[in-house]
């Protein structure tokens, strides 16, 4: 071992999930820790609460028997002790740590130019499956000038700052970058929140063109990262469906899936979003694509909009329902499911027959398996039939990274309900 070089050795058989992809080591898998005394006494072995390593330091993943397994960075600040960022050996990558992190993201950039067009925005680093851990950048093209929104959103990429910045403008050439990192789970990581302008300022507001549709994004205060990128593809697909229909757009956000109804043809399109800041985006961007005649924004509560269709006996082509994920923790999947579940349930009730039902969930927790068995018994509750057409997930710039469950968390049904 160099004397340079942290290695943190897992506790026996905690090798399996990472040896098959996983990127993350919990504090809980880690029996010791090898490193350089800080007194020049030499190497020490010694437990993660007891060793002298500072959190941001680069370590090596080793096996209980000592095999190297990847490189990441260690946070005790967080239950997600290391995320490991690479298979390579440590030094290697510290010889030049720019060189590295620049083809990484050249990597990434070069995937989406496979699906996407340099007029098109997306996604552009999907951190862990693009081997960047806790780390997003959206790629905005407003009217030809690119906008990057990046989100370091834990110390493994915190401490890569500099090098992921420059490796960006490098490779994107963008007129201004707006960060986001105003999420609490930077809390975890020992991160203070922060967001504005990284550089030159550019506009808050931009208008994208995505499908043909102009959908208004609020960089600075959209949620997240200002727009939905993941169900691009979804939302053409889906409008296939709606030509000459009567469509429910709900949890519509900024009205991207009923303005791609209405570019299809749909006759008549109704966006319902909770958020009157959501509701007014919506009746801009109807303004911005001419759809005045054919979309309404309505501003309520989904579950009541639902239970009041139903009661007035009011009927629907096409559902869409879109929620924001009902659970962010394993524990609380039995209370999610029965919110997925009565709104399915109703939506079902409101379709007329041979409608057409496109439910999804971005919760990674709501594994595919309890998606579709909430589907069935929605269907089953509600005395209907129900044909899968379609099971569809995130658009390519979301990429899945085999062995990590969570880079696999939107699930899109096409449902036909009889």
Known sequence: MKTDVVRVLLKPKEDREI?????????????????????GSGIKTASLEDCQVEDGSVVEVCTSAGGF????????????????????????????TFAYWDKVI???????????????????????????PGFICERYVDDGHVYLVVQFLALACEVFRKE???????????????????????EKEGLEEKSGWIGKAGKEIITITENE?????????????????????????????CHGKKVLDTFTHTGAFGLNAFK????????????????NLVERNIKNNGAEKVVKAVCADVFDVLKKYET??????VIILDPPAFTKKAKSIEKAYGGYKEINLRAMRILNEG??????????????????????????DSHKRVQVLEKRGAAPDHPILLGYPKSEYLKCAICRVL
């Open 213 to 241: 549709i102009k959908i208004e994004v609020d960089i600075a205060h959209g949620q997240k990262t200002g727009y939905f990128l993941d169900q691009k593809f979804n939302r053409a697909r889906v409008a296939q469906f």
């Open 312 to 317: 007035d006996g009011e009927k629907f082509d």
């Open 106 to 132: 050249r990597n990434a950039v070069n995937i989406r130019a496979l699906s996407f067009t340099d007029y098109d925005s997306c996604r552009l680093v999907f951190a862990e499956a693009d081997f960047v």
């Open 164 to 186: 992921i910045l420059k490796a960006l403008e490098n490779t994107c050439k963008p007129c201004a970058i707006f960060e986001r990192s105003d999420a609490q789970v930077r």
């Open 264 to 279: 299809a043809g749909a006759r008549e399109v109704v966006s319902v979003d909770i958020s009157e800041d959501a509701v």
């Open 69 to 96: 397994l990847g490189t990441g960075i260690i946070n005790r600040k967080s239950k997600i002790t290391i995320r490991i960022f690479s298979r390579e050996h440590a030094d290697k990558i510290m010889e030049d």
């Open 19 to 39: 040896n098959q992809g996983f990127p993350w080591v919990f504090d809980n898998e880690i029996g010791s820790v090898k490193f350089n005394a800080k007194d």
């Open 355 to 380: 409608g057409i039902l496109v439910t999804c969930s971005c919760s990674h927790y709501f594994d595919e398996n309890t998606f579709y068995d909430m589907i069935m018994h929605a269907a089953k």
